[in-house]
């Protein structure tokens, strides 16, 4: 049984840079594909970082690309989402989600839907 679960998240003050972590368990990291989203009210969810090909490599969206960065922990079946120079638009609930399909060498990106999520941590950024 596939779970997520997300931790880091609180209150931060624009500038600041916060570390999101999951913890994964019920498959192995390095045959999954991860990535973190994230939803506002009244907004789509949207992608972020993700690691979805199978030769590990990190990809990050072009609107958070210079602040956001996936990693993960393969024997520790965790990933994390590290945040920098967080500004008030980055207020939102940030979920780790997980999915059975890897991209070919080479390839990355984010999914538009993954099959898992978690249950998703607060991050609200404010003075």
């Known amino acids: 049984q596939v779970q997520l679960v997300e931790s880091g998240g609180g209150l931060v003050q624009p500038g600041d840079s916060l570390r999101l972590s999951c913890l994964a368990s019920?498959?192995?990291?390095?045959?999954?594909?991860v990535g973190w989203v994230r939803q506002t009210p009244g907004k789509d969810r949207e992608e972020l970082s993700c690691i979805t090909s199978r030769d590990g490599s990190a990809f990050s969206v072009d609107s958070v690309k210079d602040r956001f960065t996936i990693s993960r922990d393969v024997a520790k079946n965790m990933i994390y989402l590290q945040m920098n120079d967080l500004k008030p638009e980055d207020t939102a609930v940030y979920y780790c989600?997980?999915?059975?399909?890897?991209?070919?060498?080479?390839?990355?990106?984010?999914?538009?839907?993954?099959?898992?999520y978690g249950q998703g941590t607060r991050v609200t950024v404010s003075s």
């Open positions: 019920g498959f192995l990291l390095d045959q999954y594909a």
């Open positions: 989600a997980a999915d059975t399909m890897l991209l070919p060498q080479g390839k990355n990106g984010c999914y538009t839907k993954f099959e898992y």
